[in-house]
């Protein structure tokens, strides 16, 4: 992790309003000096992957994916300096039993990127995997991604998100797409809870080397993500060595803390990155992480302060969404019945099987129709929501 003369980890905030390639560029150079500049990570011949967030086939003006023009900022960066660029992911999800990564590379624009900037697509699900030994007591092993272990540098290059069932997605789940296509499901059942997936999360990354986090939060995703909520413009782009502290600081903006994202809470207990915006230097544009006005929260997030309260913390509970599919927006594509890691989605009528849910929302999150939505199922639930509300006003 990136230390400034106070053995502080450095995390930089730079302002910038617009997809413009110019002054992407040039804000992620200005950036990147406050590291130390790029000659400290790249050389010359050196090949580096760009982890995107490629979560589905989704346009990048919908803030659901790292944008096309700020992947294509970076490769311009690398190529320059002389470096082989590869950019890759694994989408979520299924589509006639095929995973639609193929199909996200399209759609997203990154294909016509990596084409007209010299760069080569890495299709996860293609690419082969290599098994790395993991001990968290739930996995003994797992198979990842090839070229993350082929490339000389992993930059990863995430993308500004809320999520409706982990709050927020960021520098540190990002790298959930190491799993190649429908194996990702097989994670969500094997660790259900949350606690237990971010377990899940932490030894990726102990299993990997990633040199640099890059988040892509010029436009930010707010409210029901990681792709059912709406464009917020944040206009940052966040850069650091230590992807807890980026995420730290991200979600700092947010109004939250590390402790309201549990896969945040766990990286930092397993020594991952420095958690502690205290001890983190923000650098660039900003000397403290800015607040996002008006940043909407997921509706998860409204009892998330009171739940270590005794009785209060077990009432609340009441409060939890369910996912509900809407018919009259359904298109039929099964897209959440196929990536329901425990099948309890019926594939004729579309009704939830609430009794064996585990609640992970990747129905929610890979709908491309926005048809899953998340209701609570009593009044008590409804009038506490108001109640607290009320109070935080």
């Known amino acids: 992790m990136a230390k400034d003369e106070k053995n502080v980890a450095r995390v930089v905030i730079k302002e910038c309003d617009t997809y413009q390639i110019e002054q992407v560029m040039e804000k992620i150079n200005s950036g990147m000096d406050c590291l130390g500049g790029w000659d400290t990570f790249v050389k010359p011949g050196m090949t580096v992957l760009l ?49 639609p990564t193929a199909q996200s590379f399209v759609v997203s624009g990154l294909k016509q990127v990596a084409k007209e900037e010299g ?45 409706s069932a982990a709050v927020f997605t960021g520098a540190v789940k990002n790298i959930f797409g190491l799993i190649p296509g429908l194996k990702k499901a097989d994670y969500h059942r094997i660790a259900p809870s949350p606690k237990d997936f971010a377990h899940v999360i932490a030894s990726m990354h102990k299993a990997t ?25 944040a206009n940052k782009i966040l850069i650091s060595t230590d992807p807890v502290a980026l995420d730290a600081v991200a979600v700092k903006m947010m109004g939250l803390d590390v402790d309201d994202v ?54 609340l509970q009441f409060l939890k969404t369910r996912p509900r599919i809407n018919l009259e927006k359904c298109r039929h594509c099964n897209m959440c019945v196929e990536s329901c890691p425990v099948q309890v989605i019926d594939e004729a009528t579309k009704v939830v099987d609430y009794a064996h849910c585990i609640e992970c929302m990747c129905c929610h999150e890979l709908c491309g129709y926005q048809a899953i939505e998340l209701r609570k199922d009593n009044v008590l639930a409804g009038l506490l929501i108001r109640l607290y509300g009320a109070i935080r006003r």
């Not at 086939?57 to 992947?71: C, G, L, N, Q």
């Open 262 to 315: 549990v896969i945040l809470a766990v990286a930092r207990d397993e020594g991952l990155g420095e958690a502690d915006v205290g001890k983190i230097s923000a650098v660039g544009d900003y000397q403290a992480p800015p607040r996002l006005e008006g940043f909407r929260l997921p509706k998860y997030t409204r009892w998330l302060r009171l739940r270590n309260y005794g009785f209060v913390s077990t009432a």
């Open 119 to 163: 760069a080569q697509i890495k299709n996860f699900d293609r690419e082969g995997v290599e098994e790395v030994l993991i001990r968290n007591g739930r996995v003994d092993r797992m198979h990842l991604a090839k070229p993350v272990f082929q490339a000389d540098l992993v930059i990863n290059v995430p993308k500004f998100k809320t999520h």
């Open 209 to 233: 080397s990633i040199g640099l986090h890059i988040m892509d939060g010029i436009t930010a995703m707010q409210g029901e993500g990681p792709t059912a909520g709406t464009v917020y413009k």
């Open 51 to 99: 982890k995107v967030n490629l979560i589905g086939p989704k346009t990048s003006d919908t803030a659901a994916i790292t944008h096309s023009e700020f992947v294509r900022a970076i490769t311009r960066i690398l190529k320059a300096r002389g470096c082989t660029v590869w950019i890759g992911d694994s989408s979520g999800g299924a589509i006639a039993g095929t995973a």
